[in-house]
C-alpha cells in the first residue's frame, strides 16, 4: 500500500505542475502580431526621426557658416582685406604667404566640412556682398530644394 500512495502522491504533485509547464514561452501567432506592432511603429516613427535629422543638419550648417563669417570678418580687421579665391578658407588657419598683419588662427580647429561630409564653397564677391560662404546641401550640387537647398551665408 505504500506504494500506491507514494504512486497518488507523485501524480498529485504532477497536475500541480502540468499547467504550469504549458504556461511558459508564447505562440507563434502571439509573436507575429508583437513583430506586426513593431512594424507599424516604426512605419510611423522612423519617417519623423529621419525629417528631424534633416532639419538638425541644416541647423548645424547654418550655425557653421556663422562662425566662418565671423572669422573672415576678424581676418579682414586684421589684415585689411578679407582673404582672396585662392586663399580660401584656409587662410583663416594657416597664415597665407602674402599677409603681414595676419593673427590668426581664427579658427580653434581646421576648416569643417558641412554636415553632408562637402567643403564649404567660398566666393569673393559673392553674388549679394563681399563675400558668400555656401554649403550646397545633402546632394553637394548647386540649386535644389529641401536637404538638398543650398545654405548661405548672404
Known amino acids: 500500500m505504500s506504494n500506491v500512495t ?86 583663416l588657419v594657416v597664415r597665407p604667404p602674402s599677409t603681414d598683419k595676419w593673427n590668426g588662427p581664427y579658427l580653434k580647429k581646421e576648416v569643417p566640412l558641412d554636415p553632408w561630409g562637402h567643403p564649404y564653397v567660398y566666393q569673393v564677391p559673392g553674388a549679394k556682398g563681399d563675400y558668400a560662404v555656401i554649403s550646397y546641401g545633402l546632394d553637394g550640387q548647386p540649386g535644389g530644394s529641401g536637404e538638398d537647398a543650398d545654405i548661405s551665408s548672404e
Open 6 to 91: 507514494d504512486v497518488r502522491t507523485t501524480d498529485r504533485r504532477y497536475e500541480r505542475l502540468a499547467p504550469r509547464r504549458r504556461a511558459k514561452g508564447f505562440t507563434l501567432l502571439e509573436l507575429l502580431v508583437v513583430l506586426v506592432i513593431i512594424g507599424m511603429l516604426a512605419a510611423i516613427v522612423g519617417p519623423r526621426y529621419f525629417a528631424q535629422l534633416g532639419k538638425s543638419q541644416v541647423t548645424v550648417a547654418r550655425a557653421q557658416i556663422e562662425v566662418l563669417s565671423k572669422a573672415i570678418d576678424n581676418f579682414r580687421l586684421d589684415v585689411g582685406r578679407f582673404p582672396t579665391a585662392e586663399e580660401g578658407l584656409q587662410s
